[in-house]
């Protein structure tokens, strides 16, 4: 125990020009580097004070990250104001083992999915957000601890989000932090909802949420092959597309008459699906071009699914996942896999070993060689479900491509709900009573 001590204790006296030079030898991706640095600040008092924060290692970009407002101009009213984008981080948390020979339980192997996302970095501080949604989560109790120790914990990272909410321009003349309130388009839709109730709808009112509303974001540090430009892309306005640089002055509308349903950047170019499942790639020229023609079907309407997702697997391959709403907790999914020689979505009934979590504003996918807890070939995502009541609620769905059952985890899954609830093994622990 003697000899651990004082192990210990050399560690502790690293010069500190030698550990700022493993610091920067971290991870390359900022998110992984971020966590990394976190747990190397973390392993004792004089660690955290002689390794700078991320942040003050790099010029980094610290978000929210204000985004000029509007994408494309609307004459129908004034509104005024910006976009801010903000960068969520998904992970997966589990226990650490307290021993190399413990074996931890089926329950708490099984890890817990964590989505924050950052309000200030350089304090450590971040706003947990329901996994598959860009909503804040209202559901902490009281016994979650208010820090988590990363020594104590194994964090892997899965996945990184972005979303973009208005501020409307008294927030910014005001100071006062709106984007930790409820965000004005949520708010907006709200009052239309009362509206449409009685019929009276304010049409300036709707023409500014349809300005503000953004269904999804794609992000790259490096859009085109030899570019570092930060940029955006994002659908908006009833599926238009709308193209961001960062420095620029006004975003650049994508010309298309399609509706897209989801937008990702993949293997250095832009990818977005429209609702009858056609895609087109946008380069550097900032033209859509149609790379995969739409689902087989007829006329003009949707084919296949009301809602389509696009999903990046571990292996580097791109999946259109198809949804298809039905009554009540009722909804199956197809899932195909992008066939880029011959430029057609190919239908697949089996993951392999990957597992797809599809959200209403981020689609991510792991493996389970990496998380061998976890079912392949499955997938997951939020669903709409009712209560004993008979009240409309949210719940996690599952779909097993395997056997095609799909429905709420709780009832499908059981042994897999610790992943989407708060687990026991956070809470913290009473302090040791004096003697």
Known sequence: ???????????????????????????????????????????????????????????????PLGLPFPISPNPNHSLRGRFSLAQSTIYFLQPAPSSPSSSPSKSSSL????????????KGKWKPLNPLSKVSTDSIPKWFPKSLNLLD??????????????????????????????????????????????????????????????????????????????????????GKLGFYKLGDEKWIPISDESKYHDVVHHRGKFY??????????????????????????????????????????????????????????VVH?????????????????????QVFFVGDDCCFSVSTQDFPALKGNCIYFPLTCYNFYGEEDFCDGVQNLENGKCGPVELFQPDHMPMFTLPTWLKSKPPASKK
């Open 1 to 63: 125990m003697e000899e651990t001590t004082q192990e210990q204790q050399q560690w502790s006296r690293l010069p500190r020009e030698i550990l700022i030079t493993i610091a920067k030898c971290l991870s390359k991706t900022a998110a992984a580097a971020r966590l990394d640095t976190l747990r190397l600040r973390s392993v004792c008092k004089s660690w955290r004070s002689s390794i700078p924060t991320f942040n003050q290692q790099q010029e980094t970009l610290h978000f």
């Open 111 to 122: 890890p817990w999915l964590l989505r924050v996302e950052e309000k200030d970095a350089e």
């Open 153 to 238: 914990l194994r964090f892997s990272q899965i996945g990184v989000a972005y979303s973009i909410r208005f501020v409307h321009e008294d927030a910014r003349t005001t100071g006062s932090n709106k984007e930790d309130e409820e965000d004005w388009t949520t708010m907006r839709i709200k009052t239309l909802m009362e509206q449409s109730s009685s019929l009276r709808v304010d049409a300036t009112l709707a023409e500014e949420f349809k300005s503000t509303l953004i269904l999804r974001v794609a992000v790259s540090l490096s859009p085109w092959s030899g570019s570092d430009d930060y940029a955006v892309m994002a659908i908006h306005n009833q």
């Open 272 to 329: 977005a699906v429209d609702y009858q499942g056609g895609a087109v790639v946008i380069d550097s020229d900032l033209t859509a071009k149609q790379t995969v023609p739409p689902l087989s079907g007829h006329g003009c309407g949707p084919r296949g699914g009301q809602i389509k997702f696009l999903v990046k697997s571990g292996d580097d391959h791109l999946y259109l996942v198809d949804k298809f709403p039905g009554s009540k907790s």
């Open 333 to 353: 999914l197809e899932v195909y896999k992008l066939n880029e020689t011959n430029k057609k979505w190919e239908r697949v009934n089996h993951l392999n070993d």
